[in-house]
């Protein structure tokens, strides 16, 4: 059963000198509360009627109506069901009407009392849909038209207006009705005209208690709004000054300078700390530091961090942790904590971790130093953890542009690296197949060239075909050891052979070109103890410079090759000649592809300009350094390399089985029979 029509369209009709007003929700609440409380603060018998539109809004009141029942046996209550409400008689009268029926769109509470009554009479006023975003406002944003009154005569009529309807919708309850009616007067105007008289006299103290009550509570959590909105509008600020500095520089420093700064001040913190760490770092430097108070600073001092418990924790849970007193039982529990929070004041401690991709890059601490412990409540936790998720972006930002820039400035010099070589490449090869072109082209086109001629035209031709071989030759051997294609066959090794190797290899090819050598000298230690090493890129490197420091030295120079040890792992070798030298800021230039000092397209001296790269990618793969030094032009040159000393299965030294005494040698033979039997490098 449905009634469509309003009752407040009712009472209007009933008593047409009054005027309705707009409540709100929380209006509405109070004046219900304050109703209701008045009810139950007195000892008289008082008729309740109440309209809940929804079953809903009666389940937030229901312990409030049981309450009431207990003091009064004339208690209605309307709802519509949702889920189990439905007609019963139990603590109070439970009255079920339709979804449709005028009452889901109205609000109703009457008090009658033989001394006293109130009422309270409301339809709901439709308004515009909200969105989806404003449904947390959206309950209290609801309007309602109506009267709310302490006149006798109007409540009366209410309840009148009311009791009719349950009467429709509980026909059993007719008895308690007729009751009702009776007891309080409602079918007999003049009688309550007379008890709205002596309603003059009654105390409203419940009443006006109660609404007091409530609104000094909706004022505090007022203010508790006031507070909140506040807080997140200083965390968004904080936050938005974070970023503007990130836009505004991408240098690591800056950003960690205005964070901690922010923060610091934010929380009026005694201490703040962020610096940048990992896991596994057994310390962190302080660089970037707020002081609150006159407390030490901590900059440029060591913060230890794997001797701290509560690092460790961070690093394991992946979470903030929070000390707020020197009884926790993590500080009392390491005395490395008591060092620290001694020396430096600390009374409460909090550490929040900077991550990126749930991996440590940092840490953001927090330290108070007052002599109250402090507690630190969930918005300056939700702030501090907002500034170490934008510090975190930030610094993997930061360090994106960073390689970013050094990417750009690679592929810049690749770029120019490829142009050079491709003229390099191409000058290095046209030469010597222009002189051959040539060669045999007046070979075949003048039979009757003399001899000599002839002679002198093939050797120009084969000595430049040599040169193109050896171009290329070293052009593949680079590249394969740039691309990472050699399979290394380490072994224990003397170095006495593989230096006899090289030195023979000079030799040879020194025999077929013009020019002598300068005067070569072996220093080598007897008790050098093995190197582990490739033997046949060992005998390269050590051909290669060699033979680059008989290139650039002058026949009465001399070239000297040492060897020592350097510490207990490596020993260390020296090729040092007296020739035209290096200026300084060249010493790593050398090392470049296709690099001569007189520049690769006017060289005077032999040699593809390739030697020295391939020297440091050798060195390089099996774990050893190279580099070069010298006084300057006409000072000779030094060019050092490590090589891994060979160690056993026990961790020893490998002892030389074999040594030899300090040998040195002249222009005379250079070689060593004991080292005819190793296999020469590849060419």
């Known amino acids: 059963m449905s009634i469509p029509t309003s009752v407040l369209e009712e009472l209007l009709h009933a008593l047409p000198l009054l005027r309705t007003q707009i409540y709100f929700k929380s209006s509405l609440t109070a004046l219900s509360h304050a109703m209701e409380d008045q009810v139950l603060a007195g000892a008289e018998q008082a008729l309740v009627i109440a309209c809940f539109q929804r079953e809903r809004f009666y389940r937030q009141e229901a312990h409030r109506y049981r309450r009431i029942g207990t003091k009064t046996d004339q208690v209605y209550v309307l709802a519509s069901p949702e889920t189990e409400f439905q007609n019963s008689s139990q603590i109070q009268e439970a009255i079920a009407f339709e979804p449709d029926d005028g009452l889901a769109k109205e609000w109703h509470l009457v008090v009658l009392a033989p001394n006293y009554s109130t009422c309270l009479v409301c339809r709901e006023k439709e308004v515009a849909p909200v969105k989806a975003s404003d449904l947390p406002s959206m309950d209290q944003s609801r309007r309602f038209e109506g009267i709310w009154t302490f006149d006798r005569q109007v409540s009366c009529t209410v309840a009148r207006l009311l009791l009719e309807r349950v009467r429709v919708y509980r026909p059993d309850l007719e008895e308690k009705i007729e009751q009702a009616i009776a007891t309080y007067g409602l079918s007999e105007p003049d009688k309550a005209l007379e008890a709205a008289a ?8 419940p009443f006006v208690q109660r609404l007091v009550t409530y609104l000094q509570v909706s004022q505090h959590k007022l203010v508790k709004t006031y507070r909140s909105i506040a807080a997140q509008e200083r965390r968004e600020r904080l936050v938005n000054s974070i970023t503007t500095a990130i836009r505004q520089s991408l240098n690591p420093a800056d950003i960690f300078q205005v964070a901690v700064r922010e923060l610091g001040g934010a929380l009026d913190v005694c201490r703040c700390l962020i610096y940048r760490c990992k896991a596994t770092d057994p310390e962190a430097a302080i660089a970037y530091e707020f002081l609150g108070r006159s407390v030490k600073s901590l900059t440029g001092e060591v913060w230890p961090l794997q001797e701290n418990p509560l690092f460790q924790e961070v690093v394991a849970s992946g979470e903030r942790v929070i000390v707020e007193n020197l009884t926790d039982p993590r500080i009392t529990g390491s005395t490395r904590l008591v060092a620290l929070v001694q020396e430096w004041q600390i009374e409460s401690w909090l550490m929040v971790p900077v991550l990126y991709q749930n991996q440590l890059v940092g840490m953001v601490e927090l330290h108070h130093c007052g ?23 930030a610094t993997l930002q930061a360090e994106a542009y960073a390689n970013l820039e050094d990417l750009n400035e690679q592929l810049a010099a690749l770029d120019r690296t490829r142009s050079n070589l491709i003229a390099i490449t191409g000058h290095e090869l046209r030469t010597p197949l222009s002189t051959i072109q040539v060669c045999l082209e007046s070979l075949a086109s003048d039979p009757d060239m003399p001899p000599e001629l002839r002679q002198v035209m093939l050797s120009t031709a084969l000595a430049d075909a040599e040169r193109m071989r050896t171009l290329v030759q070293d052009f593949l051997t680079l590249s394969r050891l740039e691309s990472g294609r050699v399979e290394w066959n380490t072994e224990a090794l003397p170095l006495h052979e593989c230096l006899s190797l090289a030195i023979s290899s000079v030799h040879t090819r020194a025999n077929t070109e013009t020019g002598a050598l300068p005067s070569l000298t072996l220093e080598v230690p007897e008790d050098l103890p093995l190197v582990r090493a490739d033997g046949e890129w060992l005998v390269e490197v050590l051909s290669k410079l060699i033979d ?3 290139k650039f030295t002058p026949s009465g120079g001399k070239v000297t090759i040492l060897a020592q040890l350097r510490g207990d792992r490596e020993v260390e070798v020296k090729v040092v000649d007296t020739g035209r030298g290096i200026s300084s800021d060249r010493l790593e230039t050398v090392f470049d592809r296709f690099y001569q000092e007189e520049g690769a397209l006017r060289r005077s001296t032999g040699g593809t300009g390739l030697g020295l790269a391939i020297c440091r990618q050798i060195v390089t793969g099996w774990g050893g350094q190279i580099w070069a030094k010298s006084g300057g032009k006409d000072c000779g040159s030094q060019f050092h390399f490590t090589i891994p000393i060979a160690i056993d299965n026990a961790a020893e030294v490998i002892p030389n089985p074999s040594p030899r005494s300090k040998s040195k040698s002249s222009k005379g033979d250079r070689s060593s029979g004991s080292s005819r039997n190793r296999r020469t490098p590849i060419r």
């Not at 002596?198 to 103290?205: C, E, I, W």
């Not at 507690?375 to 936790?381: G, T, Y």
């Open 548 to 550: 680059n420091a008989c």
């Open 198 to 205: 002596r309603f003059q006299d009654v105390d409203p103290g």
């Open 371 to 393: 002599r109250e412990e402090r507690q630190w409540d969930a918005e300056e936790l939700a702030m501090v953890e907002a500034i170490a998720t934008q510090v975190g972006v």
